[in-house]
Each structure stands twice: as structure tokens, then as C-alpha cells.
């Protein structure tokens, strides 16, 4: 949300912008900066927090994610965006492993992918992003339909907001449900509990 008053006025502007270089500059509100279509109401909204901080990579030299210091490794991503929602609502919902991912990498890709991002087995590439804490979710979730293919939307909702998991870095940033990590990160053991509460 950017925030600016002046020239005898003064009020709130809903805006998102990439970059606020040159643009605002003060007077910024960094909070509320989720936005569509994670704001839906029926949708899970994931964050990212930083998973990975060191790989050995295809050309077999080690590489750091400067984003991902030591003092951030479990911590939301700095590209993560935050709640509320513009009219106020929780959101993301939960949060998973967002930096770093080894992704399956197309041959055909072009241009060829430099060696520090590409995989030692020269098959993945490592990336970062909320688009890739949003297939984890999406993965587990997969695992719950099929355990319980009458699962509705909602109770699957439901399910990853009460299995979340939290830790110091979770609520660092307020009690739960947070702005920044939602109900906490993805328990994936968690959804696997059955109705009687053992393990499947």
C-alpha cells in the first residue's frame, strides 16, 4: 500500500508498483502488499520463507544465496508479500520452502541456464519464489485428496491452517495467524493424520 498526502490533501492510495525506486519515496506502507489473485477469498495463499542458503551446483563449485543469510534461514523470503488484504482479511494463509527449489529443467530452455543455478545432476534448476512454495502446498494437498477424495476446499483450508507448524521465526512476527507467515509453515506429517489422529 502506498501511503502519501499533500498539496492540501491527504487520504490513502491502494497501489502496487514493481519498484518504488523513483516512484514513492517516503511515506511508504510496506504492509498489505499481497495482492490478486492470492487475495481471493476461496484460495490458499502460500508464502515463501528461505529454505536453502548454500548448493554445490553443475559446475561442482559452491554458491550462497546472499538473500538467504544465516540470521534469515527459516525466516520469510524478502520477495514474500505480506497482509492484510485492502479490505482487511488474514491472508497468506501458510507458508513453505520457497528458495532455492530444484525445479525440473527443459532442454529446451533458451538460453542454456548458468552453471551456479543449475543442479550438480544438470536436470534441475534452483529457484526462487512464492512460485515455488505455491507447488509444495499444492503437492500436499494432492496427498489429502487422495487420501480423502471427498475433501471439500474449505476443509482443506482448514486442515493446513490447524497442521501448521510454527517456530521462533513464525512468531517473531506477531502470535497466529500472522500477516507474514499466515498459520505457520506447511506440516506436511501433520495432514497426513488421520481422523483418529494416527499417522497413515
Given amino acids: 500500500n502506498l501511503v502519501r498526502g499533500?498539496?492540501?490533501?491527504?487520504?490513502?492510495?491502494?497501489?502496487?508498483?514493481?519498484s518504488t525506486s523513483g516512484v514513492w519515496t517516503t511515506l511508504l506502507d510496506s504492509s498489505g502488499t499481497i495482492s490478486s489473485p492470492a487475495t481471493a477469498n476461496n484460495v490458499v495463499a502460500v508464502a515463501s520463507y528461505c529454505s536453502k542458503r548454500t548448493w554445490t551446483a553443475n559446475d561442482n563449485a559452491n554458491y550462497n544465496d546472499t538473500a538467504c543469510t544465516a540470521?534469515?534461514?527459516?525466516?520469510?523470503?524478502?520477495?514474500?508479500?505480506?497482509?492484510?488484504?485492502?479490505?482487511?482479511?488474514?491472508?497468506?494463509?501458510?507458508?513453505?520452502?520457497g528458495q532455492r527449489i530444484a525445479a525440473a529443467l527443459s532442454a529446451d530452455q533458451s538460453p542454456g541456464e548458468g552453471a551456479s543455478t543449475t543442479a550438480r545432476d544438470g536436470r534441475h534448476k534452483l529457484m526462487n519464489g512464492t512460485s515455488m512454495a505455491t507447488p509444495v502446498v499444492a503437492g500436499a494437498l494432492v496427498r489429502s485428496i487422495q487420501a480423502s477424495p471427498t475433501l471439500t476446499a474449505a476443509a482443506a483450508r482448514s486442515a493446513l491452517q490447524a497442521q501448521a507448524r510454527t517456530d521462533a521465526k513464525v512468531t517473531a512476527h506477531g502470535a497466529v495467524p500472522n500477516y507474514v507467515f499466515g498459520y505457520g509453515k506447511l506440516d506436511v506429517l501433520g495432514l497426513r493424520q488421520d481422523?483418529?489422529?494416527?499417522r497413515r
Wanted: hydrophobic residues 25%.
Fill in 195 to 198: 481422523r483418529d489422529g494416527h
Fill in 6 to 18: 499533500g498539496n492540501g490533501g491527504s487520504g490513502r492510495i491502494d497501489g502496487w508498483v514493481f
Fill in 71 to 97: 540470521g534469515l534461514l527459516g525466516d520469510s523470503s524478502t520477495f514474500s508479500n505480506h497482509g492484510p488484504t485492502r479490505d482487511g482479511r488474514m491472508k497468506p494463509d501458510v507458508s513453505a520452502p
